[in-house]
């Protein structure tokens, strides 16, 4: 069975930190770039931050850039996301989605969801 597990969300106050993680099962980890999306009450999901399968290409959204940091852990097919200096507008449900590869490509994967609410 696919899984792509979230944890790590929680309340906040501004300027704190968290580190979300996404553990994957079920499938060829090294054959998958993952990524960080969320959405926020109202609004659009977005793309937060995306690696490579090979480790060799990461992304960020330009409202992210210099405070989030994705890495991946091969040895423990898990994908973490620190979050750095965190914003109230970075209050969403965050998930992590797998697709083949490379980032950018139709996702096959999903995770069910963190809750981060960052307070002001």
């Known amino acids: 069975e696919v899984q792509l597990v979230e944890s790590g969300g929680g309340l906040v106050q501004a300027g704190g930190s968290l580190r979300l993680s996404c553990a994957a099962s079920?499938?060829?980890?090294?054959?998958?770039?993952i990524g960080w999306f969320r959405q926020a009450p109202g609004k659009e999901r977005e793309g937060v931050s995306c690696?490579?399968?090979?480790?060799?290409?990461?992304y960020y959204a330009d409202s992210v850039k210099g405070r989030f940091t994705i890495s991946s852990d091969n040895a423990k097919n898990t994908v973490y996301l620190q979050m750095n200096s965190l914003k109230p507008e970075d209050t969403a449900v965050y998930y992590c989605?797998?697709?083949?590869?490379?980032?950018?490509?139709?996702?096959?994967?999903w995770g069910q969801g963190t809750q981060v609410t960052v307070s002001s």
């Open positions: 989605a797998a697709s083949p590869f490379e980032c950018g490509v139709p996702l096959d994967y």
């Open positions: 079920g499938f060829t980890f090294d054959d998958y770039a």
């Open positions: 690696i490579s399968s090979s480790d060799s290409f990461t």
